[in-house]
Nanobody, 116 residues
Framework: QVQLVESGGGVVQPGGSLRLSCAASGNIFSILRMGWYRQAPGKQRELVARISSDGTTAYADSVKGRFTISKDPGNNAVYLQMSGLKPEDTAVYYC??????????WGQGTQVTVSS
């Protein structure tokens, strides 16, 4: 089992920045990949960014060049630095973990609202 707790969401003006954090606990040694997804009202949950245990990253085209994902070496935390925020980035952001037993774990979500 892996437990995930997100923090760092909030309200920000367009063009602003936020940093999301996700603390992982439990069987973190089994983690292969950590990432962030988001879900806007009326839309499906989508991948924002992910980082593998070897540090390989991947981003949604809509956030490339604006968001940066990183993690602690021990897999006990993953971060999402968001800059140049746009109203269309407004969503609930979820931390996600995938382990070598092919289990998916999700955080409770944190709201990000981009509005003037």
């Amino acid at each position: 089992q892996v437990q995930l707790v997100e923090s760092g969401g909030g309200v920000v003006q367009p063009g602003g920045s936020l940093r999301l954090s996700c603390a992982a606990s439990g069987n973190i040694f089994s983690i292969l990949r950590m990432g962030w997804y988001r879900q806007a009202p009326g839309k499906q949950r989508e991948l924002v960014a992910r980082i593998s245990s070897d540090g390989t990253t991947a981003y949604a085209d809509s956030v490339k060049g604006r968001f940066t994902i990183s993690k602690d070496p021990g897999n006990n935390a993953v971060y999402l630095q968001m800059s140049g925020l746009k109203p269309e980035d407004t969503a609930v952001y979820y931390c996600h973990v995938y382990n070598h037993w092919k289990n998916d774990y999700w955080g409770q979500g944190t709201q990000v609202t981009v509005s003037s």
